[in-house]
Structure formats: C-alpha cells, structure tokens
C-alpha cells in the first residue's frame, strides 16, 4: 500500500503540477488577453475621444458657417434691396432724360423750323433788295443822265450869257419804298 500511497501522491502531485500549469497558462492567457482587451479599450477610448474632439470642432465650424450663412445671406438681401433701388432710380433717370431728349428734339425741330422760316423771310428781304438796288441803279442812271443833259444846257447857256455863272448842285432825293 505505501506504494500506491506514494504512487497516488505522486500522481497528485503530477496532476497538481499540470493543473497548476494549466492555471498559470490560462491565467497568463487571461491576463494577456486582458491586457490586448484593455489597450484596445484605450485606444477605442482614445478614438472615441479624439471622434468626440472632431465632432465638437465640426459642430463649432458648423455654427461658424451657419452664423456666416446668415450673415451672408443678410448681405445679400441688403444687396438685392440696393440693386433693386438703384434699378428704380436708373428707371426713373432714364424715363426723365428721355423726356429730356424728346423735349430737346421737339426744340431742335421748332428751331429748324424757324431758321427756315427766318431764310425764307431773309431770301424774300435779299430778292427785295436786289430789286431796289437794281431800281436804284436804273434811277441813278436817268438822274446822271439828266444832269449831263443839264450840264450840257448850262454850259450852252454860259456860253450865251458869260456873266452869270451859276452853279448848280445836284442833290438826289432818297426814295423809300414799303415792301
């Protein structure tokens, strides 16, 4: 019996070896995979802080660009106002120098008008003149033509009668006519 007794020991004693071996590996399996489960928690900790670092800069640039939208698109209705105000403007300044232009045309033409009635009243008054002067001339050619018939009679008669000598002046009379 102290055979099986020692052989039943050392058969405890193998099995408490191998199970304490099996307990060291499982147990060191365990605190490796523990260890992979905690670093992989770290960075999963570690990822979920930096998305959360992320999310929040994206949120703070979308309230950045959703304020600037606002602001924007404030502008561009203050913009759009102006622009609608200015084309307004240019449409009144444009209908009020069109009727500028439309006036200034409507004096071109009465001026026209009466530069043409004033060279007919001047080509009637020069057909006018050219007849006096005319009339004129042919007068001054029968005066000059009396006047040599005078002179002519009065040197005869001072050669008749050489002491009175008397001199004539001829002074033509100024003829005026209504046109």
Same mark, same amino acid.
């Given at each position: 019996?102290? @055979?099986?007794?020692?052989?039943?020991?050392?058969?405890?004693?193998?099995?408490?070896?191998?199970?304490?071996?099996?307990? %060291?590996?499982? /147990?060191?399996w365990?605190?490796?995979?523990?260890?992979?489960l905690?670093?992989?928690?770290? +960075?999963?900790?570690?990822a $979920?802080?930096?998305?959360?670092?992320?999310?929040?800069?994206?949120?703070?640039?979308l %309230?950045?660009? $959703?304020?600037? !939208? /606002?602001?924007?698109?404030?502008?561009?209705?203050?913009?759009?106002? %102006?622009?609608?105000?200015?084309?307004?403007?240019?449409? $009144? /300044?444009?209908?009020?120098? %069109? @009727?500028? *232009?439309?006036q200034?045309? #409507? #004096?071109?033409?009465?001026?026209?008008?009466?530069?043409?009635?004033?060279?007919?009243?001047y =080509?009637?008054?020069?057909?006018v003149? !050219?007849?006096? #002067?005319i /009339? *004129?001339?042919?007068? +001054?050619?029968?005066?000059?033509?009396?006047?040599?018939?005078?002179?002519?009679?009065?040197?005869?008669?001072?050669?008749?009668?050489p $002491?009175?000598?008397?001199t004539?002046?001829? =002074?033509?009379?100024?003829?005026?006519?209504s046109?």
């Amino acid at each position: 019996r102290p @055979d099986l007794a020692a052989a039943l020991r050392e058969l405890r004693a193998q099995y408490e070896a191998l199970a304490a071996r099996n307990l %060291q590996a499982a /147990e060191d399996w365990y605190r490796a995979r523990c260890a992979r489960l905690h670093e992989r928690a770290a +960075r999963s900790q570690e990822a $979920v802080r930096a998305s959360r670092r992320e999310a929040g800069e994206c949120r703070r640039q979308l %309230q950045a660009r $959703v304020a600037e !939208m /606002e602001s924007l698109r404030g502008a561009h209705q203050s913009l759009e106002r %102006q622009l609608q105000e200015l084309e307004e403007r240019h449409s $009144v /300044e444009a209908a009020s120098l %069109q @009727d500028t *232009i439309g006036q200034l045309e #409507d #004096d071109l033409r009465n001026t026209k008008n009466e530069m043409a009635q004033h060279l007919r009243e001047y =080509q009637d008054l020069l057909n006018v003149k !050219m007849a006096l #002067d005319i /009339e *004129i001339a042919a007068y +001054r050619k029968l005066l000059e033509g009396e006047e040599n018939l005078f002179n002519m009679g009065n040197a005869s008669l001072s050669a008749l009668n050489p $002491v009175s000598n008397p001199t004539y002046s001829f =002074q033509p009379r100024s003829f005026s006519s209504s046109t």
